[in-house]
Nanobody, 133 residues
């Protein structure tokens, strides 16, 4: 249903920083859950972070342990535009990063989606992040 477009991938040195962006369109409901995943060929898709949007006064970010404290997921003034600020990047952060989204009429539903980090129906094409010395 939704259209998801992510960008911002590139190559950085270990310890460097990179920012990814994700824009969601085609939605008709008030709230969105927008998440980042990553995948290396031959390995399972890995959860990264998620954020619930639609309420200007509050968001509900969720992070997986392996990126907590280094990555920040946030948005600008538009609820459908999300950024993943990645710092202190490590070689193991390398992968194809994909943005996924789901919409709901309920803030509780999108909060649950981010907490579980599952149930996303729309996916972007993916953007390559390479961390190499």
């Amino acid at each position: 249903q939704l259209q998801v477009v992510e960008s911002g991938g590139g190559t950085v040195h270990p310890g460097g920083s990179l920012t990814l962006s994700c824009e969601v369109s085609g939605y008709s409901q008030d709230y969105l859950a927008i998440a980042w995943f990553r995948q290396v060929p031959g390995k399972e898709r890995e959860e990264v972070a998620c954020i619930s949007t639609g309420d200007e006064s509050r968001t509900y970010p969720e992070y997986k342990d392996h990126v907590k404290g280094r990555f920040t997921i946030n948005g600008d003034n538009a609820k459908n535009k999300i950024y993943l600020y990645m710092t202190d990047l490590k070689v193991e952060d390398t992968g194809v990063y994909s943005c996924a989204a789901e919409e709901s009429l309920s803030i509780s539903t999108v909060k649950a989606l981010c907490y579980l980090m599952s149930g996303f129906g729309s996916w972007g094409q993916g953007t390559q992040v390479t961390v190499s010395s």
